[in-house]
């Protein structure tokens, strides 16, 4: 899809070194749009995605993408071609995980890193897992999370996992 160069788009100042998609849309950073592949991505009839690219090749902003996306965030899409293609904006629970804290850790200091990553994840969701297996009691407990609170129908509940 072509887009007609403007010059409010020239005088934007490039979002170097800016990898969050809310803060390159929300501080008026020049964006390369690329919402209908996030679009056509999410709505694919693949049950799984693997996305290889190389290093400083946008995988953080991608997430980050997704993660607004699937977050619901609406108001970050105003202009772009994602605005036109989404009909029904839902907000789902995301889960996070920043693995670039794990980079040479052995197992144990891996198992304590999700541990507290998902403990963090509960709290925000309201969800009281305390004293059981973290991910086990997250999934046991997933029927904590009702539409009216998260501001979605409960028929149409989903988690994404993103992570990079």
Do not use: C
């Not at 899809?1 to 990898?19: A, C, F, H, N, T």
């Not at 969050?20 to 996030?38: A, C, P």
């Not at 009909?87 to 197992?107: C, G, N, R, T």
């Amino acid at each position: 899809m072509k887009k007609k160069v403007v010059m409010e788009d020239l005088q934007r100042l490039y979002p170097i070194g800016i990898q969050t998609f809310s803060k390159i849309r929300e501080g008026n950073f020049l964006y390369v749009d690329k919402t209908e592949y996030v679009y056509r991505m999410t709505h694919s009839s693949s049950k799984y995605m693997f996305l290889s690219r190389p290093r400083r090749f946008g995988k953080s902003l991608l997430t980050s993408t997704l993660h607004s996306y699937f977050s619901g965030r609406e108001d970050l899409f105003r202009g772009l071609a994602m605005e036109k293609l989404e009909k029904e904006w839902i907000q789902y629970p995301v889960l996070h995980f920043d693995m670039s804290m794990a980079k040479h850790v052995d197992k144990d200091k891996l198992m304590n890193l999700l541990d507290f990553m998902l403990t963090e994840h509960e709290r925000t969701l309201g969800i009281d897992a305390a004293g059981t297996d973290p991910a086990r009691a997250y999934l046991s407990q997933s029927k904590q999370l009702k539409g009216d609170k998260i501001g979605m129908k409960s028929s149409k509940l989903g988690i994404r996992l993103l992570y990079y």
